[in-house]
Structures are given as structure tokens and as C-alpha cells.
């Protein structure tokens, strides 16, 4: 649905530039890390975890992004950089590690370790769409990114796509999907796009970091989710190495 919506924004920008071929391999990998691993291992993962464990193991992210893009730029990394790095994957062990919430039917370990898989994923698509944004608009770049997503993942998800019994949808359900398909994903791809065209793709991914405040919230509320005190832990361990790996004073 969000690809349509692309589609349908298209017809009312103006005239784009032509995508040049020796661009073609870079927005397969994009579509490839941003669409069909990224979502595929986020979406399962979730599936198994509980939504506050995937919420604050996104924030892995920008520290990856941080320490990939400094490798690629030729950046120096700090100590100060080293040790963000370390208190976030302590966190994230922390989450992984923790056995005593696990449930019968789910498989926590599991969904967590597929949401760090596609924080991988997406964090080399943050620092190979960076060109792409300098060359072609970001409607441009994330539509065709989502269109070519899209036949990657359809092979993969078309068996459960048709098992949908839309006729038994309530209102609450198409609400659900709106959310999702409308500000979830549609409006925060824009949103992405445009701030890693505006900023440095280390930069753009540090505001990761005020998706969990939300998540967790609404966790707690809508999922009666419980804040424990290995979360807060694990929590203040990752926010800490988010704010120091992307710390620019050494």
C-alpha cells in the first residue's frame, strides 16, 4: 500500500532525472537492505520478542551507523566513540540474555537476535543510499527503493498476503493498518529520506534514538506491557552509547 502511495506522489512532482545504470547496483542493495531484509527479520523478529526488547534493540542502529560511516570516510574513531559502542552492545546483550520473561510459544532470544539482524541491514542502507540522495530527490530514490523491494519480498510473502481474510476486518483492524501503512511507514520513509539528504547519514540515524521513548509508552499502555528493572538497565546502557559513539568532542 505504502509503494502505492509512492506511485500516486509521483504524479505530482515534477519532472525527475533520468537514473543513471551504474546507479542501478547501488539501489538493488538499498531495496535489498532497506525493504526485504530489514523488514522481513524486523517484522518476524517482532513476532517472537516483545515490542519494548525490538524498540530499544533499534537503537543499535545509529551506533553501527557511526562506526560503519567512520570506517567508509576514513573518520578517526575516539575512545570516547569505542566505549559508546561497547555500553550499547552490553545493553543489547543484556536484553538478549535476560531468560526469566520468556513465555511458552515464544522465542524471545530468537526475535531479538533478527531485529539486531536487521539493524544490520538497515544500517548498510543508510550508508549506501547517501549518494543516491546526493544525485536524485528522495521521492526518486525511496520509491524506486520500494518498488524494487517490493519484488524481492514478493516471492517470500505473497503465501501469507493471500491467506488474509479481509472480510472479517473491523474498524479497529483498518485502523491498525492505516497507522501502519500511512505514518509507520509511508510518512517515515519521507521523513528518513529527507534528513539523511539534509544531514550526514550518522547524524539523520542518531534520532533513531527517540523511537523507543514512544514505543515503550505505548507498549505499556496499549500491550500492558511491564517496565522491569533489566529494561531501564539495558535501556540506559544503549541510550548511553548512542549519545557517546555519536559524540563529536573526544
Known amino acids: 500500500m505504502s509503494l502505492i502511495l509512492f506511485w500516486i506522489l509521483f504524479l505530482f512532482k515534477q519532472p525527475e532525472k533520468k537514473i543513471d545504470k551504474k546507479d542501478i547496483p547501488a539501489f538493488l542493495l538499498c531495496a535489498l537492505a532497506a525493504i526485504a531484509l530489514n523488514q522481513m527479520l524486523f517484522i518476524k523478529g517482532l513476532s517472537f520478542t516483545f515490542p519494548i526488547h525490538a524498540a530499544l534493540l533499534t537503537l543499535i542502529t545509529p551506533i553501527l551507523i557511526t562506526i560503519i560511516a567512520a570506517r567508509v570516510l576514513r573518520e578517526k574513531i575516539t575512545f570516547t566513540k569505542m566505549f559508546g559502542l561497547f555500553l550499547g552492545v552490553l545493553g543489547a546483550v543484556l536484553l538478549i540474555s535476560n531468560r526469566q520473561i520468556t513465555v511458552p510459544g515464544e522465542n524471545t532470544v530468537l526475535g531479538d537476535i533478527l531485529v539486531i539482524l536487521s539493524a544490520f541491514a538497515y544500517t548498510f542502507y543508510f550508508i549506501v543510499v547517501k549518494p543516491l540522495m546526493n544525485k536524485y530527490s528522495s521521492v ?111
Open 140 to 250: 526518486q530514490v525511496i520509491r524506486w527503493i520500494f518498488t524494487i523491494g517490493f519484488l524481492m519480498t514478493l516471492p517470500f510473502s505473497f503465501r501469507e498476503f493471500s491467506e488474509i481474510t479481509w472480510d472479517v476486518f473491523t474498524l479497529k483492524d483498518w485502523l491498525i493498518l492505516f497507522v501502519i501503512v500511512i505514518p509507520g511507514t509511508f510518512l517515515a520513509y519521507i521523513f528518513n529520506v529527507y534528513g539523511i539528504q539534509k544531514l550526514s547519514a550518522s547524524k539523520a540515524g542518531a534520532y533513531i534514538y527517540s523511537q523507543p521513548v514512544f514505543a515503550v509508552v505505548i507498549a505499556m499502555i496499549f500491550l500492558k506491557e511491564e517496565l522491569s528493572l533489566y529494561k531501564i538497565i539495558a535501556a540506559i546502557l544503549i541510550f548511553a552509547g548512542v549519545y557517546l559513539s555519536n559524540n563529536k568532542r573526544d
